[in-house]
């Protein structure tokens, strides 16, 4: 219903495209604030010199040095990092016995993004889609801020949490301007890449500024006109009218007519209080599902379990190598500005897979390159030939790609494989085994100084994926599914089939043999006939 009236006041206009680029470009902003331990975390050249040294002054500081990066164990060391790159490892000494440090900050912003999500998807729902995102921008804003001026760890580790979820609010609330746009149209806005884009400046803003304080303080700066948006932008029409509200409901759609060129149907305020009242009705009468919906009969269980685990494997490898690209041969920032900029070239490939192959064999197939690609690096590092660690980064880079190509299959696959009334909740329960990869994907390559054991758990977790997506339903073609079917429904529902195969099986045996009948009769007379004429011959 309410989809006829957003077509009629125009689906696809110049204000769904303002609402569009006031609201879903600041996706940039926070995959740049999501990533920027990727650069944080490097670590620059320093090093070490014992207090008992009596000539620091005149120690040569360059990588021949016998001071260079040695964490001294006998004595007391006093480190001198690299003045031209300055990082949170540089600002508070995150080397030797403080290197556990850095994967933990990463991890409790990625546990903020977690909570964040959570703490979203419930706002959205009770205090509406715009206040819920615009809040998120301005304390997104606001502590970008602040923690650029932290004075240890401990305080920047904070912030960072809070930073993180005000990514995860607004990663949630983000689907909010989809409610304003037809559905012809959702997949393409779905699909634009301003997460991607954002990770591109985040390569290019390191390497040109080189000062984590600066960057925080210009991502608080440059998030901020975002806020401007809530002059401009209304809330979303479909939360008003699901919560009664129809007399800001029916402002919005003349705000909408006026902007487009359109007119407002006649009968508008009429489907408003009709989608309000069925809402109410809704709410009275229909079952609450629960996430124990999602895990209830065998073959409820193991989609559900098999989709979180891809979910769960996707967001480990990718962050992991997100995170830990500084450990990779060659140039740091040039990695990082491959790994995003190539990350483009695979939105068309597997749209194209996605509608010709199907969803599963795509995710599947993607998943198992990408853990090629890691057993490529395990074999690279079983030869031991250090001239070779280019190719090492070069085959991490693509395992990243790769991965990113199965997590955007898996989106579609996992929409489409609940039913509507458990839909959210399946999505969301796959959304937080997600969120608790990103937790322990900091930590990937902090495992010890054995570079093989990264690889081998990405390697694990990518095969188990791909099977695991081959072990789910293809949804391509197939009409999204509303209800549950219980046990004794879908053994209804095949006892029918049973049922109406026998009766078209029986019917077509009758008619055979009322065939069969009428041709012996025919022939008898037939017979009969021709005799009498015979013997009338003669």
Not at 216 to 229: A, E, N, Q, R, T
Not at 385 to 401: C, F, N, P, R
Not at 464 to 489: P, Y
């Amino acid at each position: 219903m309410l989809e006829e009236i957003i077509e009629s006041v125009g689906s696809s206009g110049k204000f769904q495209w303002m609402t569009v680029m006031l609201i879903m470009s600041c996706k940039s902003v926070m995959s740049l604030s999501m990533l920027m331990m990727a650069y944080g975390g490097l670590v620059p050249d320093w090093w070490c010199y014992p207090e008992d040294e009596k000539s620091v002054s005149v120690a040569p500081l360059n990588s021949s040095s016998h001071y260079y990066q040695v964490c001294n164990e006998t004595s007391v060391c006093s480190r001198n990092y690299e003045a031209d790159t300055k990082t949170v490892v540089s600002k508070f000494d995150l080397v030797c016995e403080n290197t556990w440090i850095k994967p933990t900050v990463t991890a409790v912003q990625m546990g903020g993004v977690l909570v964040g999500a959570l703490i979203g998807g419930q706002s959205g729902d009770v205090f509406g889609r715009k206040k819920t995102i615009y809040t998120a921008i301005l304390l997104h804003s606001i502590f970008n801020i602040i923690v650029a001026f932290s004075v240890n760890w401990q305080m920047f580790a904070a912030f960072r949490f809070l930073i993180g979820g005000c990514i995860g609010t607004f990663l949630v609330s983000v689907v909010y301007p989809l409610e304003f746009i037809g559905r012809k149209h959702r997949a393409v806005v779905s699909a634009i890449p301003f997460w991607t884009t954002g990770l591109i400046l985040l390569a290019l803003a390191s390497y040109l500024i080189r000062d984590w304080k600066i960057l925080h303080i210009g991502l608080g700066v440059v998030s901020s006109p975002y806020l401007l948006g809530w002059f401009v932008v209304p809330e979303s029409l479909r939360w008003l009218s699901t919560k009664d509200r129809i007399e800001e409901a029916k402002e919005i759609l003349d705000k909408i007519a006026r902007f487009n060129g359109t007119k407002v149907p006649e009968n508008a305020e009429d489907v408003l209080r009709k989608v309000a009242e069925m809402e109410k009705k809704k709410n009275r009468t229909e079952k609450k599902y629960t996430y124990l919906d999602i895990y209830k009969g065998f073959p409820m269980l193991k989609k559900s379990l098999c989709i979180q685990l891809i979910w769960f494997s996707c967001s480990t490898t990718s962050y992991g190598l997100s995170f830990g690209i500084s450990t990779f041969s060659g140039n740091f920032y040039l990695n990082f500005f491959l790994m995003s900029v190539t990350e483009l070239t695979t939105y068309f490939p597997t749209i194209y897979c996605l509608e010709k192959i199907g969803r599963r064999y795509t995710c599947a197939g993607a998943l198992f390159l990408a853990a090629a690609s890691c057993i490529t690096a395990l074999i690279i590092q079983a030869v031991n030939d250090v001239s070779k660690s280019s190719m090492i980064t070069g085959v991490s880079l693509l395992a990243k790609i790769l991965t990113g190509s199965a997590w955007a299959s898996l989106v579609v696959l996992s929409n489409e494989s609940y039913p509507t009334v458990i839909r959210s909740l399946g999505y969301g329960a796959a959304n937080t085994m997600a969120r608790i990869g990103g937790i322990l994907a900091p930590f990937i390559f902090s495992l010890g100084s054995n570079r093989m054991i990264p690889y081998i758990i990405m390697a694990v977790l990518l095969v188990s994926s791909g099977i695991c997506a081959l072990l789910q339903k293809e949804t391509r073609g197939l009409a999204l599914e509303d209800l549950i079917e219980t046990v004794a429904e879908e053994n209804e529902r095949k006892d029918r089939k049973k049922s109406s195969i026998y009766n078209i099986s029986s019917e077509s045996n009758g008619t055979i043999s009322q065939v069969g009948e009428q041709i012996n009769s025919l022939s008898q007379n037939t017979n009969t006939k021709s005799i009498n004429e015979i013997s009338t011959q003669m």
